[in-house]
């Protein structure tokens, strides 16, 4: 059974926002692997932090000079700084119960299976603010965690593409596919109107 690096929604109203990138993790020191960045295959760089889960896996099973599908929560503040926070790194054959005699098999072939393409990120949130002039969108992401710590507060996403004021406040599921450091709009679905007011 291969395992989807992006798990199917459990709730109709279930934030996330979470994708898969193919690149190269390099770390900004060498004693300290949780800071970096990662580079894809056109060299853009993005800022990269490596979460807790993660960091064992990339100490144990990582090369540092090959490339991986890592699993991505992004960040940004505005449409030309994305950061990303590894959560995850998607190997069907090392890491998954995926038989090993399959590995002749292309990953990004895996990934069509899948429905997915490299550079996809899952969005779903409130949509709070939209931009017509410059053709950007702000999605608010609340955090699923029961615990009420500072690291699990909600957040914004803004990403590039063109919606309707009329939507504003809709829980939205977006489709967006990551360009250099900025997150893109692909297609949406409207999950439940105006949530705000409820």
Same mark, same amino acid.
């Given at each position: 059974?291969?395992?989807? &690096?992006? &798990?199917?929604?459990?709730?109709?109203?279930?934030?996330?926002?979470i994708g898969i990138i193919n690149g190269k993790f390099t770390p900004h020191?060498?004693?300290?692997?949780?800071?970096?960045f990662l580079t894809d295959d056109k060299g853009e760089k993005i800022e990269?932090?490596?979460?807790?889960?993660?960091?064992?896996?990339?100490?144990?099973?990582? *090369?540092?000079?090959?490339?991986?599908? /890592?699993?991505?929560? $992004?960040?940004?503040?505005?449409?030309?700084?994305?950061?990303?926070?590894?959560?995850?790194? /998607?190997? $069907?054959?090392?890491?998954?119960?995926? &038989?090993?005699?399959?590995?002749?098999?292309?990953? @990004?072939?895996?990934? *069509?299976?899948?429905?997915?393409?490299?550079?996809?990120? @899952?969005?779903?949130?409130?949509?709070?603010?939209?931009?017509?002039?410059?053709?950007?969108?702000?999605?608010?992401?609340?955090?699923?965690?029961?615990?009420?710590?500072?690291?699990?507060?909600?957040?914004?996403?803004?990403?590039?593409?063109?919606?309707?004021?009329?939507?504003?406040?809709?829980?939205?599921?977006?489709?967006?596919?990551?360009?250099?450091?900025?997150?893109?709009?692909?297609?949406?679905?409207?999950?439940?109107?105006?949530? @705000?007011?409820?």
């Open positions: 059974m291969l395992k989807n &690096p992006i &798990p199917q929604v459990t709730n109709q109203l279930q934030y996330r926002a020191d060498v004693d300290q692997l949780n800071r970096g990269t932090v490596v979460l807790g889960k993660a960091l064992s896996l990339l100490k144990k099973y990582i *090369d540092l000079n090959k490339n991986y599908y /890592w699993i991505v929560y $992004p960040k940004n503040k505005n449409t030309q700084n994305l950061h990303l926070q590894v959560a995850g790194i /998607w190997d $069907p054959y090392q890491l998954n119960d995926f &038989p090993n005699d399959s590995s002749k098999t292309n990953f @990004s072939e895996l990934l *069509d299976e899948l429905d997915l393409k490299d550079n996809y990120f @899952s969005i779903r949130g409130e949509l709070v603010f939209v931009n017509t002039k410059n053709k950007e969108v702000v999605i608010k992401i609340c955090s699923s965690s029961k615990l009420k710590n500072k690291k699990n507060k909600n957040f914004k996403l803004v990403i590039k593409g063109e919606l309707s004021l009329e939507l504003l406040n809709d829980f939205v599921s977006l489709d967006v596919r990551r360009d250099g450091n900025s997150l893109q709009l692909l297609k949406y679905e409207v999950i439940e109107k105006k949530i @705000s007011k409820k």
